[in-house]
């Protein structure tokens, strides 16, 4: 890497600008031509200095407020079918399969859902227990979203691991 690449990395480092030409505006704040930001993303990426560039939407800002685990006991006959049903259902974001803790917790499949309300996401898991027969289940609502931050960070003397 040279002192051009650190840079790019440092100015993508708080994510890229919201705008119709996020790298547009990034070169219009390095001096870094458009062309050559692209080329050096592919080039990092390539030579596995970048493992994956990807988007996190900020869901507060487009209404998602509601977040939710929801705990299910499932019968205990071929609970890999279980999973495969709860993690078809288009409004369920992740699913799990943990062990359960007998006589505490007989919960054994989890899945993640996210909505604009409580409401909206209570009746898309009531929904889901209609379709599956699952009637045994737990809903837990977040009550705060913990600040997210990237895994590395580029300081002037070097990268830091987090």
């Known amino acids: 890497m040279d002192p051009v690449d650190r840079a790019l990395l440092a100015a993508l480092e708080p994510g890229l600008p919201v705008c119709p030409e996020p790298f547009a505006e990034i070169a219009r704040k390095t001096g870094i031509p458009e062309d050559d930001i692209l080329d050096r993303l592919h080039r990092l990426k390539e030579e596995g200095v970048i493992r994956r560039f990807r988007a ?4 507060r800002k487009v209404g998602v407020i509601a977040n939710a685990l929801v705990a299910w006991r499932v019968p205990d006959d071929r609970p890999e079918d279980w999973g495969e049903r709860l993690a ?4 369920v974001t992740h699913c799990y399969e943990r062990r359960p803790v007998p006589g505490r917790w007989e919960y054994t499949h989890y899945t993640v859902h996210h909505g604009c309300s409580r409401e909206e996401v209570t009746a898309e898991v009531e929904l889901l227990a209609g379709e599956t027969g699952l009637t045994e289940y737990v809903i837990i609502f977040s009550t705060e979203e913990l600040k997210r931050v990237p895994a590395v960070r580029i300081r002037e003397n070097g990268w830091e691991m987090q």
């Open 56 to 59: 996190r939407i900020d869901q």
């Open 88 to 91: 078809a259902s288009p409004g």
